[in-house]
């Protein structure tokens, strides 16, 4: 995981298109939640193809995904950073405008079998501390990079939970 994280590009160039979606999804028992997307290509140098963020929340959860997939699926198919807050305590405009940790990382890689980290409440992850800030901080780099701040102001209403 650390390896994967260390080789996203520090500064990463991005084609001219995206792609934005909304919509409303359906979760377990037939909740449904509300949620945004944003979709972008990397420069054909980069290792990376494509870079997804996610926004999804419902009466219970806000909760944020960032998802690169590799250009060469030898070394990367992809890599998923994802934040799980409760929607009580932090909105979707709030978790926009702010740098929440991450919670929760996933790698798969061609042919070999999927990683995955998630913090636990009640458990010593003392160890796995490193690996969470590096997380936390390439999600914080990439709302940055992504310019989402600005880029999904104008979505914040969409995103209100009645």
Not at 6 to 17: C, G, N
Not at 35 to 53: A, H, M
Not at 105 to 124: F, H, I, P, Q, S
Request: glycine share 4%; proline share 4%; aromatic share 6%.
């Amino acid at each position: 995981m650390k390896s994967a994280l260390a080789r996203l590009p520090k500064a990463p160039a991005f084609v001219s298109d995206y792609e934005i979606s909304r919509g409303v999804s359906t979760v377990e028992e037939g909740k449904t939640a509300k949620y945004v997307r944003l979709r972008r290509e990397f420069k054909n140098d980069s290792p990376l193809q494509t870079i997804q963020y996610s926004l999804s929340s419902d009466a219970e959860n806000t909760i944020e995904t960032l998802v690169f997939r590799g250009r060469n699926v030898k070394d990367l198919l992809a890599l998923s950073i994802e934040d799980k807050l409760s929607t009580s305590v932090s909105k979707p405009s709030t978790v926009i405008q702010t740098d929440t940790p991450a919670s929760r990382l996933r790698v798969e890689r061609a042919g070999k079998t999927t990683l995955g980290l998630a913090r636990c409440e009640g458990v010593d992850q003392s160890l796995y501390e490193p690996i969470f800030a590096q997380a936390s901080a390439t999600l914080a780099d990439y709302r940055r990079f992504l310019r989402l701040r600005t880029m999904l102001a104008g979505l914040r209403r969409l995103l209100k939970v009645a």
